[in-house]
């Protein structure tokens, strides 16, 4: 399985865009990208998965490089609920293992 | 639609208690996964279920833990006997039927903190 690295850390100002790179250099054919995120004493939540097309949907943008060896996710405009630990995982898209273990993620905090 | 909802938030128990977390998942979703989470070792998958048929139960620490699905609305994980090193966050997910990218799409409910004395 592809791993990934993240920043452990981010600020971002209330209302300005927030932009959480990962890291998945080993990432195969046949492996998605899921970016979830879990705010303090909540579930983790998913946010957005991606092969290699950029998506987008209500929450966030997922921006995929052509080479697929890093991605960008993209909170268009961040509130300071948005404050939690974002984590991007990497998963196959045959069930080969059912493992959802996060990494550490990166904690970004938004500011007013 | 309600998401996925757990019982009780909060369990506080003595060593040696039977402890049994429940779960509904989110209507219409054929997978359920139960969790745990620790500082220690972050998130672990337990158990999960495919149309109330548990497929994978290889992350259940010991006999101690079990689980169950009766039917699609309603599963159990339960402890018996219970030991402060249960002591974690469960967590019950559930996910759509359909291509494989949907397995990892998963809704995550609030979660149970369960703390064993």
């Known amino acids: 399985d592809a791993k990934t690295t993240q920043p452990p850390s981010m600020d971002c100002a209330e209302g300005r865009a927030a932009n959480l790179p990962c890291n998945h250099s080993?990432?195969?054919?046949?492996?998605?990208v899921y970016w979830y995120r879990q705010i303090h004493s909540q579930g983790p939540q998913y946010i957005i998965h991606g092969l290699k097309n950029n998506e987008t949907n209500e929450m966030a943008s997922l921006i995929i490089t052509e080479d697929r060896k890093s991605s960008t996710l993209i909170l268009p405009h961040a509130t300071l609920r948005d404050t939690a630990v974002y984590y991007c995982i990497v998963r196959p898209s045959f069930y080969n293992n059912n493992d959802m273990r996060f990494g550490a993620g990166t904690r970004l905090t938004v500011k007013p | 639609d309600a998401g996925v909802i757990q019982s009780p938030r909060h369990e506080v128990t003595e060593m040696g208690q039977e402890v049994t977390l429940r779960c509904k998942p989110i209507?219409?979703?054929?997978?359920l996964f139960w969790y745990r989470q620790t500082m220690m070792r972050g998130l672990e998958l337990l158990i999960y279920?495919?149309?109330?048929?548990?497929?994978?139960d290889s992350g259940m620490p010991e006999d101690r833990f079990s689980a169950k699905m009766p039917n699609a609305s309603f599963s159990t994980l339960k402890i018996q006997p219970s030991e402060p090193r249960d002591s974690a966050v469960y967590f019950c997910a559930s996910s759509l039927p359909g291509t494989s990218p949907k397995f990892y799409e998963q809704y995550f409910g609030p979660g149970t903190r369960l703390t064993v004395t």
């Open positions: 209507s219409g979703h054929d997978y």
């Open positions: 279920f495919n149309n109330n048929v548990p497929i994978d």
């Open positions: 080993t990432i195969s054919g046949n492996e998605y």
